[in-house]
């Protein structure tokens, strides 16, 4: 964290690392237990929520700053304010801190895993290693487009619209596949080009139904 001492942040290193680790055993627990839909969706629900948190959090802790540099030059006549301005730049950190381990917890047993597994499942066998060769590397250009962008964000519009800008974008990322993302789970890669069918129904809200193959309902929870 931006301002912690070299000790600190090598603490603030090694709890994030734990909290992904421990939240990475979780999702292989629960990758059995839910839907890919139920579980890549929570995923990306709890995303949003940390994201539109560290939005916030950094606007408490630049708004904090601002007051930090205005009353330091009068700390002598009114060092109270001072005080005040003091305890809501480390509130705005903490808040940072949290929603950086809310994230982590929401990205490490869905968005983590979950992409991979379904990209995995999701394509009929006669495309299927093209298709996965195509989503890989959009992936990695994604990752490499938001890598080159964030600083040129955060120096045009600052880092809290910045997040908000990211949890727009995921949100609306979620909206897309809850409404186009088939279930995958228990179904035969043999039968996945069945999921694309005319004759298979893929509500908005609910899951799918599977009307061209042998496979029931309580299979796929």
Not at 94 to 106: G, M, R
Request: aromatic share 10%; net charge neutral; proline share 4%.
């Amino acid at each position: 964290m931006t301002g912690a001492s070299d000790q600190l942040a090598i603490w603030f290193s090694c709890a994030t690392a734990g909290i992904n680790f421990v939240f990475s055993l979780v999702g292989l627990k629960l990758i059995h237990l839910l839907s890919r839909r139920k579980l890549l969706l929570g995923s990306l629900g709890g995303v949003t929520l940390s994201l539109l948190c560290i939005s916030t959090s950094f606007a408490v802790l630049e708004n904090s700053s601002v007051h930090h540099n205005g009353t330091e030059r009068f700390m002598k006549r009114d060092t109270d304010e001072f005080n005040i301005g003091v305890t809501s730049s480390l509130s705005g950190e903490v808040l940072v801190l949290i929603s950086l381990a809310i994230y982590i917890a929401a990205f490490a047993p869905g968005l983590g895993p979950l992409p991979w597994t379904i990209n995995s499942e999701l394509h009929p066998s006669w495309c299927r290693a093209q298709a996965q060769g195509l989503a890989t590397s959009v992936n990695w250009v994604a990752n490499l487009v938001v890598s080159m962008t964030f600083l040129s964000l955060v120096s045009a519009i600052g880092r809290p619209l910045t997040f908000l800008l990211y949890a727009i974008v995921t949100f609306s990322c979620t909206v897309i596949l809850a409404y186009f993302l088939p279930e995958t789970k228990n179904v035969n890669l043999e039968n996945i080009s069945d999921l694309f069918s005319p004759s298979t129904s893929t509500p908005k809200s609910g899951d799918v139904h599977y009307t061209m193959m042998q496979s029931s309902s309580q299979d796929l929870q």
